[in-house]
């Protein structure tokens, strides 16, 4: 396989894909949810999961599955044809247990897809690339396919969209996003801490047309941090970098006691880091609001890659 693949994950389902294959949708949540990762040309993988307790007939889901499209077809007057078979098991259902079957189905558009149980995540995933019947994607769906739920990180969940690629611990799930090519911005939220993650693009370097990057952080992100006494330091790092971090203010800290005393929990602490990739031309930062007196930021620092 070529090392130019990225990978795109939503909702801790993730896979790997051409790097020039990009996330054009998503929808509904951890326990049923679905994504689009769109080619260059006519060509998609599609995923779907929902959450399942224990491993279902998988051919029987297929044969469901199947039988849908094929009706679908069917009112169109389209022919449709299909074909469910083994999957020898890949590294990940071995580790964690579970099944796949492979299925293929040829209409007006052509596909090669995997119905699988996930015994890690406990899901039903169907993954299937779909192309122009004339296009032999049979060598490239087999690599797709077979890298859905790999959970090569436990513990971790992959974030993969838009060339940003951030490991999120499973504790904290998805509270808000915006997604477009030129910001990215994902919002999590666990117990008592609050991850924000941020990726400015395409032309990160006209934000800095007439200001510095340092003076950037200072008047336009950090302002946007409210509550906090936030200072800034820059750090070792191969790009130009700035870790920060803040405590609660005097009436931050007044709110958060009136907030404990009704059972609800406010950090008492943020802490960040932002950078310039100059080879990438974007922006990244990650903030980390939390109880303790050290936060994700620094590991997470490690972790994404940003060219």
């Keep these: 396989m070529s090392d130019n693949w990225s990978v795109v994950g939503w909702q801790g389902v993730s896979l790997r894909a051409p790097s020039d294959w990009n996330l054009v949708a998503v929808s509904g949540e951890e326990n049923k949810g679905y994504f689009r990762v769109d080619s260059p040309s006519s060509s998609a993988v599609e995923v ?80 299937q690339v779909v192309s122009e019947p004339k296009q032999d994607l049979s060598g490239l769906s087999a690599a797709i396919l077979g890298s859905i739920c790999e959970h090569a990180d436990p513990g971790w969940n992959t974030w993969g969209l838009y060339d940003l690629q951030v490991p999120v611990p499973e504790s904290l799930g998805l509270k808000r996003h915006s997604l477009m090519s030129s910001f990215v911005e994902l919002e999590f939220a666990g117990r008592g801490e609050r991850l924000l993650v941020q990726r400015w693009g395409l032309a990160a370097n006209t934000l800095l047309k007439k200001t510095s990057f340092a003076d950037w952080l200072a008047n336009s992100y950090l302002r946007g941090i409210e509550g ?64 303790g007196d050290s936060g994700l930021d620094p590991v997470l620092r490690d972790k994404i890659k940003c060219h």
């Excluded at 007939?57 to 679908?72: E, R, S």
């Excluded at 006691?257 to 922006?283: F, H, Q």
Aim: with cysteine; net charge positive; aromatic share 12%.
């Design 48 to 127: 779907r999961w929902e959450a399942a307790k224990q491993a279902p007939d998988l051919d029987a889901k297929a044969d469901i599955f199947l039988d849908a499209l094929g009706k679908t077809a069917r009112k169109k007057r389209i022919s449709f044809s299909s074909r469910v078979k083994s999957r020898k098991p890949t590294p990940a259902e071995e580790k964690y247990g579970g099944d796949s079957v492979g299925f293929t189905w040829k209409s007006d558009r052509s596909a090669y897809g995997r119905m699988l149980y996930c015994g890690y995540c406990k899901r039903l995933v169907v993954g």
């Design 228 to 291: 906090y006494r936030v200072v800034a330091a820059s750090v070792e790092d191969p790009h130009e970098a700035l870790a920060f971090e803040g405590r609660r203010s005097l009436l931050k800290f007044l709110l958060s006691t009136i907030s404990r005393l009704r059972g609800k929990s406010m950090p008492r602490s943020v802490t960040g880091r932002a950078w310039y990739c100059e080879d990438s031309n974007r922006i990244y930062a990650v903030r980390h609001y939390h109880r």
